[in-house]
């Protein structure tokens, strides 16, 4: 096959003169993509953008490799030379090293490459304000045959992969693309297509990502390249194959809880999802059977690593010790469980005791009958001792912390009190009247129990408040003409 010849003109613009025909009438004189263009002008093609040492070129054409071009320069008045400024074609004829008269010549570029040249037009004319050269450079690009090559994939997780090659683009625009099969996938699947950024003579890493595959299996992959007139390089014989990673049980991790208060507490933790959507709970409870759990929530597959999770816990009981560990589960078994760990709520403060009053000494029977013996009750919390034996009674029971609206208590009437009136009275701190009241007009020496209501007031301050605070009562008076009695105090808190 004969090789390709393209025409370049050498110097035929005349200095100062710029025709203005359109480009399907202009004559040779007129041709503006020349060798040794008339570069004056700045809007003539050949004009240079660049600047410094290497401008760019002003024609850069892009040729096969075995074509030849022809170079001529017409113009008796001012003739130009070519000057390789690198590799030059080794096949070159009727090119002048100096040129004085108008010549032709041509040259065949048989190795493809990069080809760099200037032409050089001297302007004898003392008066022109340009100087005395014109320089142009131009560039011939000879692409020669691209290669491509398929390389191994990278990245592979249970459902994703990066397909990877390399392309030598010979002084071609490539376009690529990547071509892969395998299960869950209809026939061959091809990623967007995509083009090289440079057509030059070096070696170009190229990939692109797959997405939507099947855990543990076998892929299979190759790189596909256009280039050139269409020309298409499939690199069949470097087909490469991956796997993607199998889909593993989930792993849980129990960190410490933080934010403890009274009746709250964060619990922490770390979920490796393991490469499929996992559910996760925070089992807890006073002991490491645990009973309760948090409400389950999701994570998605994050790629293998593992992912921060936290559930905060209300409710608990001040002063307490919880057991906790973190669970996950997806389709794989056996469930992650994380260690069991442990935390203690806030205690609440400690409340400053209640004074205690002296204790006079009850009156003997036929004594002054205003006479009251008073007992203080113990800090709440604390056993609750017997009051000392008197003339009326002989003990009292009353535990300091009672639930429900009912308080409950016995004491033990003596039978110097028998016959007695009771009065037991439930008292709240201010208030005018009691939230609850107990009389008995008729005593028996021995044990007497008691169970004593709060009144209606008293069970909607509890609804309020949720506890109560009460001074308990319990006084024994001895009919007139024995003139006694005595009054034991106590403090009890109620809890709704």
């Not at 096969?64 to 096949?91: C, I, L, N, Q, Y």
């Not at 011939?140 to 390399?166: F, M, Y």
């Not at 543990?216 to 014989?237: C, R, W």
């Not at 057991?323 to 389709?331: D, E, M, Q, S, T």
Request: proline share 7%; net charge negative; with cysteine.
């Amino acid at each position: 096959m004969r090789p390709r010849t393209l025409l370049l003109f050498a110097f035929v613009a005349l200095l100062g003169v710029v025709a203005t025909v359109s480009p399907a009438l202009a004559t040779a004189s007129e041709v503006k993509l020349e060798v040794n263009q008339n570069c004056v002008e700045a809007d003539w093609p050949c004009w240079t953008s660049g600047s410094g040492a290497n401008p760019a070129p002003a024609l850069k054409i892009t040729i096969a490799a075995g074509d030849e071009v022809m170079f001529t320069d017409h113009d008796a008045s001012r003739t130009a030379t070519v000057s390789w400024t690198g590799s030059a074609p080794t096949k070159c004829s009727g090119i002048p090293v100096s040129a004085s008269t108008p010549w032709e010549g041509k040259c065949e570029f048989a190795q493809a490459g990069t080809y760099r040249f200037e032409s050089a037009t001297l302007f004898d004319d003392e008066n022109t304000p340009y100087g005395d050269a014109n320089y142009t450079k131009y560039e011939i690009v000879v692409a020669g045959t691209s290669t491509d090559a398929t390389t191994s994939a990278s990245g592979e997780t249970q459902t994703e992969a990066i397909l990877n090659g390399s392309i030598h683009p010979e002084g071609n625009t490539v376009e690529y693309h990547f071509e892969y099969e395998g299960p869950g996938v209809t026939g061959k699947q091809s990623t967007p297509t995509a083009t090289l950024s440079a057509a030059d003579f070096t070696s170009h890493s190229v990939s692109a990502q797959v997405t939507g595959l099947e855990p543990g299996m076998i892929y299979h992959f190759q790189l596909v390249a256009t280039y050139g007139a269409g020309n298409t390089s499939v690199s069949g014989a470097t087909k490469q194959e991956f796997t993607t990673h199998t889909v593993a049980a989930p792993t849980a991790t129990t960190l410490a809880a933080e934010g403890l208060k009274e009746t709250e507490a964060t619990l922490k933790g770390t979920v490796n999802p393991g490469g499929e959507a996992t559910e996760y709970f925070f089992e807890y409870g006073t002991d490491t059977h645990y009973g309760q759990k948090t409400e389950k929530a999701t994570l998605q597959a994050s790629g293998g690593s593992s992912q921060g999770v936290s559930a905060t816990l209300k409710g608990l009981t001040p002063g307490t010790e919880y057991h906790f560990r973190l669970v996950a589960k997806n389709k794989q078994s056996p469930a992650g469980e994380g260690l069991d760990r442990s935390f203690k709520t806030a205690s609440p403060p400690a409340k400053e005791p209640p004074a205690k009053e002296p204790s006079p000494t009850p009156t003997p029977t036929g004594g002054n009958p205003t006479a009251i013996a008073t007992i203080s009750s113990p800090p709440s919390g604390q056993p609750i001792a017997e009051a000392a034996p008197g003339p009326l009674f002989g003990s009292v029971k009353l535990a300091s912390t009672q639930h429900g609206g009912v308080v409950h208590g016995s004491l033990v009437v003596s039978s110097s009190g028998s016959d007695g009136r009771l009065q037991i009275e439930l008292l709240t701190k201010g208030a005018a009247a009691p939230v609850g009241k107990l009389v008995r007009s008729s005593l028996h020496a021995g044990k007497l129990t008691f169970a004593l209501p709060l009144s209606a007031k008293g069970k909607a301050a509890m609804r309020r408040h949720r506890r109560l605070t009460l001074t308990v009562t319990v006084k024994i008076t001895l009919t007139p003409q024995h003139g006694a009695a005595v009054t034991v105090t106590r403090s009890v808190v109620v809890h709704a």
